[in-house]
């Protein structure tokens, strides 16, 4: 029997082609973010809290109060005015108080509601809205702009442009004086800028932040948020399932796709979302947010109202894009019941806490004493011997008058029998001012030999002459040579 013959089997060798090499730059320019001009309900609260902020900001400086500006923080004088409010730099623990109460603030309302801060009171949401506004107008909407950048240089680019950085940086330049007139009366500030007569510190401060702002809210913008806050890292940290933050409805909204307006959606297959892409041309960090929650979102809602139009025009409910929470959209949850779940441990924990310190900081400024007293041993003199074998130490006493009112404080001694003061204990301070005066403590031989060689505590006593019953007192010490 003869077997069949196998064909001659062909070897096809392989040979390895290098494949052309690719240039990977890892330092890819930002794209140019065109964020379009939206109306509605969240952007009217935008504007609103703009208008609140920058009136309060730029109108403090020029209000009147007792004679002199109303908020005001004299370095050179180490005196802080707010108001009827004279505070030194030993209320530093009122500072501290002020941070700790913001700091619980925005823990507390980032885990109601998620980025209320960035997207509405920001200093750089708020400026970068304003500098956003000066565009639009002069350079026009997301198209007119988007071909004004892409076109050539002519005479309606220059003056378009030319004109956009002039406002820009006359916003920025009046932010920084009025920033610098915090701190130098800004009256005087106003009269020295038409002899450029300021000092060398306010030049620098007044352009410093001048350009600070013009530079952060014409040109960084967004890349603020995303890259230099610190806050759009840590959010998370106070965000769960419960949070209410910026949230598409994929469930309502896919399939996405566009339709003729009245198109029966079931014979389509199609959700609610036409597509349009509006809620990310509107969006100032150039977001997608039907992407999901982005550490990027400043939740500053203009998708929500972008998506809100559209669904007006399409006969649609409203809210395909809104403020809900995880939990909310996986359980179809109603917004009466989202909002049932805000009072969990956490809320209450940072509530707590925030009524607290409030409470607190609250009480401490409303009982503060009108004055301060600081007792310095005088080091040159620890203890001598004097008339009739007394011995009397010298003590160096800072006054400080935290009022508006010239007054009159009188100082006692406790602590060590028989020790009067040298002089009179009558001191007058001047309003708003600090004074230094020098007493001497003086005890009898006698009491000197029972107390014995050493140190021994003694308490210095001021009270004001109208106020008696208002007492500071100051330890320190007395000692007896040997």
Same mark, same amino acid.
């Given at each position: 029997m003869?077997l ?5 089997? &062909?070897?096809? *060798? ?20 065109? *964020? &379009? +001009?939206?109306? %509605? ?11 609140? @902020? ?7 400086p ?11 923080? !004299? ?5 802080f ?8 730099p ?6 501290t108080?002020?941070?700790?109460? +913001? ?11 998620g980025?209320?801060?960035?997207? #509405? ?5 708020? #400026? ?5 506004w ?7 909407e997301?198209?007119?702009?988007m071909k004004?950048?892409?076109? *050539?240089w002519?005479?309606n680019?220059?003056w ?12 920025g330049?009046?932010t920084?004086? @009025? ?18 007569g300021?000092?060398?510190? =306010?030049?620098?401060?007044v352009n410093?932040?001048?350009?600070a @702002?013009?530079?952060?809210? %014409?040109f960084?913008?967004?890349?603020v948020?995303k ?56 969006c100032?960090?150039?977001i ?11 939740a ?8 809100n139009?559209?669904?007006d ?6 809210g395909?894009?809104? #403020?809900?929470? !995880?939990n ?5 949850l ?7 779940r805000?009072? &969990? ?6 509530g ?24 310095v ?10 008339d009739?074998?007394?011995? !009397? ?10 009022? !508006? ?6 100082v ?25 005066v020098t007493?001497?403590?003086?005890v ?9 060689? %050493?140190?021994?505590p ?15 007192? =100051?330890r320190s010490?007395f000692?007896?040579?040997?």
């Amino acid at each position: 029997m003869t077997l069949p013959q196998r064909a001659p089997t &062909r070897v096809i *060798p392989i040979v390895a082609v290098a494949a052309e090499p690719q240039l990977v730059s890892l330092y890819e320019k930002q794209k140019k973010i065109y *964020p &379009r +001009s939206v109306h %509605g309900w969240f952007a009217a609260w935008r504007w609103a809290f703009v208008w609140l @902020t920058q009136l309060l900001f730029y109108g403090l400086p020029w209000m009147s109060w007792n004679g002199r500006q109303a908020v005001l923080f !004299e370095l050179t004088s180490r005196r802080f005015y707010i108001f009827d409010l004279v505070l030194y730099p030993q209320d530093f623990i009122y500072l501290t108080g002020l941070l700790v109460l +913001s700091a619980f603030a925005l823990f507390f309302f980032t885990a109601v509601a998620g980025r209320l801060w960035c997207g #509405y009171a920001c200093p750089q949401t708020v #400026y970068t809205e304003i500098f956003l506004w000066v565009e639009h107008r002069i350079e026009g909407e997301r198209g007119a702009r988007m071909k004004l950048d892409a076109g *050539p240089w002519n005479a309606n680019k220059i003056w378009r442009k030319a004109a956009k950085h002039a406002v820009w940086l006359a916003i920025g330049l009046w932010t920084g004086f @009025t920033f610098v007139g915090y701190f130098t009366p800004i009256k005087t500030l106003w009269a020295e800028a038409f002899t450029a007569g300021f000092g060398p510190w =306010e030049w620098f401060w007044v352009n410093f932040y001048g350009l600070a @702002t013009y530079g952060n809210a %014409g040109f960084l913008r967004e890349q603020v948020c995303k890259y230099m806050c610190p806050y759009a890292r840590f959010q998370s940290a106070m965000f769960d399932r419960d949070t209410m933050v910026v949230s598409y409805d994929a469930a309502r909204g896919d399939p996405r796709g566009t339709r003729a307006r009245g198109a029966d959606l079931k014979a389509a297959k199609l959700g609610d979302c036409i597509d349009c892409g509006l809620c990310v041309h509107v969006c100032p960090v150039g977001i997608d947010i039907r992407d999901g929650l982005q550490y990027e979102c400043i939740a500053c809602s203009a998708c929500i109202d972008a998506c809100n139009g559209v669904m007006d025009k399409m006969k649609y409910a409203r809210g395909l894009i809104r #403020y809900a929470t !995880e939990n909310g959209l996986r359980d179809r949850l109603s917004r009466t019941q989202m909002f049932a779940r805000v009072l &969990r441990p956490r809320v209450l924990v940072y509530g707590a806490v925030l009524a607290a310190i409030a409470l607190a900081f609250v009480a401490s400024l409303s009982m503060r004493h009108t004055f301060k007293v600081d007792v310095v041993r005088d080091r040159m003199t620890l203890a001598r011997i004097v008339d009739d074998g007394q011995v !009397e130490n010298l003590y160096r006493l800072q006054l400080m008058n935290a009022t !508006e009112q010239p007054q009159r404080y009188r100082v006692d001694v406790q602590g060590v029998p028989d020790a009067v003061l040298a002089s009179s204990g009558a001191v007058e301070v001047q309003p708003a001012q600090s004074r230094w005066v020098t007493l001497a403590v003086r005890v009898p031989p006698q009491r000197a030999s029972a107390l014995g060689a %050493g140190a021994h505590p003694i308490r210095f006593e001021v009270a004001t002459a109208n106020e008696p019953q208002a007492k500071v007192s =100051e330890r320190s010490t007395f000692v007896v040579p040997r």
